[in-house]
């Protein structure tokens, strides 16, 4: 009963986010970049959130940063998932050697640590948004490929996979049509956890000032309200709005991700939220 | 401990570290210019052609790439991580300044993580579908969603602006200049970064802990304890802690990586002199070197975690010699 309250309210943040995203043009009051009246004025009817140092509105900057993170996780899950799942379908397929490979190719790669690297990678290349979204998803997908792996190891053996084979399939047709159906559910929940994480990641960058200048973008601005004093001068207004949306958004996903992973793991199947 | 497993792994992280080298020397190279006309603009600008030249010489630069790389490859062993941009100083001697604050911070917030993310942990899967296990579930997944930079602002408005309880940032009162470093200082202005690294940590700790748990308390001996009669905490102790505790080990690599990325955030917050808020003003100046040297450390960081968890397994569960491939 908990749960499924807990499960409808994460779906409708999730939605509401995506719908605010799309509509941002028509909800934002001002375009985010401009100069819409005095520094620094604290929220009135004309600024909801009143204007940070440069007189830019933080409402409208608040809308539209949501493009930027949904982008940011969805379209660094959606690459990280594809990568994982496709690469972990074919090594614990065919086994052997490819395996072997892959997975000594893990063991290096996961020895890296992924977010100084996606700095400095981020840092030489001029950083665009989706420039940053692919470097998230290709160096996140490591832990997707073992997961899926571990999963197709065992479905490889399974009989209907026998069987298919035994009548002719080759092991394209075997991969595409028995063996990823059988992973999705698992691909599922680790694009949600996934998602969540690149967001926090993503957003994350912006703190550090790894940004795309044409892009608003929440970590930008809670990097400007605290390094311009918004803390000192209590301007709530604007330190907090922008961390209250990605911890929200955050813990949508997080939920949503642990109510999948619960429902497709009875082993775990305890959580009643 | 078997030999195979320990020269894999030896060869794992030899590679892990090459290839750190190699993407930061295919960057240097990849970068629209060469090294002078790019970072010594005024030689390239002002001094006559055959100074360069002379420059490129002297520093290798007009040899085969390929002779330019095995030269760049072994400086990184023999620890010549080149000079940073900002500071006029050799890469490791700036890491080493900082890398003793970034560990009085690193330390004390994992191990009393992992502790309290093992005991919590143990007690929530237990307990498992109680109020209490699902109090301290959702807690966890909160804490997990919210992100380390801004539980980190949160905390230092809350206990240092509001409530005026510990200092605001930095690692040594003003008073310092004439006294010099007093270690309880130090530790005053420690508490909310290592707070806040533990609360990142503990979640991870947690999550793990409690799901082994629940694996462990389904095995059939957890059954047969039971039915001999034993008490209930003594099951606990005996039988289930000591099993479900087994994973653990291997936690230990990905929170490694976890608490770099958590302390660069915090120590930028926090002004807390170490490695992660020497990461941030390397990326706002683009040090190329010193965030190359950042990067190796960090590298240098995981390998002796991961060896440190290879060593530690046999000591935690003598059944298993570890490379068995069960």
């Known amino acids: 009963m908990h749960k499924k309250i807990v499960l409808a309210a994460s779906l409708g943040i999730v939605f509401a986010y995506c719908a605010v995203a799309l509509l941002a043009p028509v909800i934002a009051p001002y375009d985010p970049h401009a100069i819409t009246g005095a520094p620094l004025s604290p929220p009135d009817r004309d600024h909801l959130l009143g204007t940070n140092d440069l007189a830019q509105d933080i409402f409208s900057g608040l809308i539209w940063g949501t493009r930027a993170t949904l982008l940011l996780g969805f379209v660094g899950a959606a690459i990280a998932v594809t990568v994982g799942t496709a690469a972990g379908i074919v090594s614990g397929y065919y086994g052997g050697l490819i395996d072997e490979a892959v997975m000594r190719l893990l063991d290096v790669a996961m020895t890296i640590p992924i977010f100084p690297l996606l700095l400095i990678l981020t840092t030489f290349f001029r950083p665009g948004i989706y420039l940053i979204a692919v470097l998230m998803g290709l160096l996140g997908s490591f832990q997707g490929v073992r997961l899926i792996r571990s999963q197709v190891l065992s479905l490889a053996v399974a009989d209907f996979v026998v069987g298919t084979r035994a009548l002719g399939a080759g092991d394209g047709y075997i991969m595409a049509r028995h063996i990823l159906p059988g992973v999705l559910p698992l691909a599922g929940v680790k694009f949600v956890t996934s998602a969540q994480h690149f967001m926090l990641i993503g957003i994350g960058l912006g703190f550090l000032g790894i940004t795309d200048p044409s892009v608003v973008d929440w970590g930008q601005m809670i990097n400007r309200a605290s390094q311009n004093g918004a803390m000192i001068l209590g301007l709530w207004w604007w330190l907090i709005p922008p961390g209250l949306a990605v911890t929200l958004i955050s813990l949508a996903l997080a939920w949503l991700g642990y109510a999948c992973e619960d429902e497709i793991n009875p082993r775990l199947r305890v959580m009643r939220v | ?326």
């Open chain 2, 1 to 326: 401990m078997n030999g195979i497993y320990l020269l894999k792994r030896l060869i794992t992280s030899f590679a892990a570290f090459c290839i750190a080298v190699t993407i930061m020397f295919a960057l240097l190279r990849l970068m629209p210019g060469d090294y002078i006309t790019m970072y010594l603009e005024a030689i390239y600008r002002y001094a006559p052609p055959d100074v360069v030249e002379a420059f490129n010489h002297v520093y290798g630069l007009d040899r085969p790439i390929l002779e330019q790389y095995v030269i760049y490859l072994l400086d990184a062993f023999r620890g010549n991580w080149g000079y940073s941009f900002i500071y006029k100083v050799p890469v490791l001697t700036v890491i080493g300044e900082r890398l003793v604050w970034t560990l009085i911070l690193l330390l004390p917030a994992t191990i009393l993580a992992t502790l309290a993310g093992i005991g919590i942990g143990a007690y929530s899967g237990w307990r498992r579908g109680s109020k209490t296990d699902i109090a301290l579930l959702n807690s966890m997944i909160i804490i997990r969603a919210i992100p380390s930079y801004w539980l980190a602002l949160m905390i230092l408005i809350i206990f240092a602006y509001y409530l005026n309880l510990f200092p605001l940032g930095g690692y040594v009162d003003t008073g310092a200049l004439t006294t010099g470093i007093d270690p309880l200082d130090v530790a005053n202005h420690a508490v909310l970064p290592v707070l806040t690294l533990f609360l990142f940590s503990v979640t991870g700790t947690y999550y793990l802990m409690r799901s082994s748990m629940l694996m462990t308390a389904g095995e059939d001996y957890i059954t047969t304890a039971r039915a001999k009669g034993l008490d209930e905490l003594m099951i606990l102790r005996k039988h289930a802690l000591k099993n479900a505790m087994l994973p653990m080990v291997t936690l230990i690599t990905f929170e490694c990586a976890g608490m770099i990325t958590g302390s660069i955030f915090v120590e930028t917050i926090f002004s807390w002199p170490g490695l992660g808020m020497l990461t941030y003003k390397a990326l706002a100046v683009r040090d190329l070197p010193l965030l190359q040297g950042i990067l190796l450390i960090d590298t240098l960081f995981v390998i002796a975690a991961n060896i440190a968890a290879d060593l530690i397994y046999p000591l935690v569960d003598p059944r298993v010699q570890v490379g068995d491939d069960a």
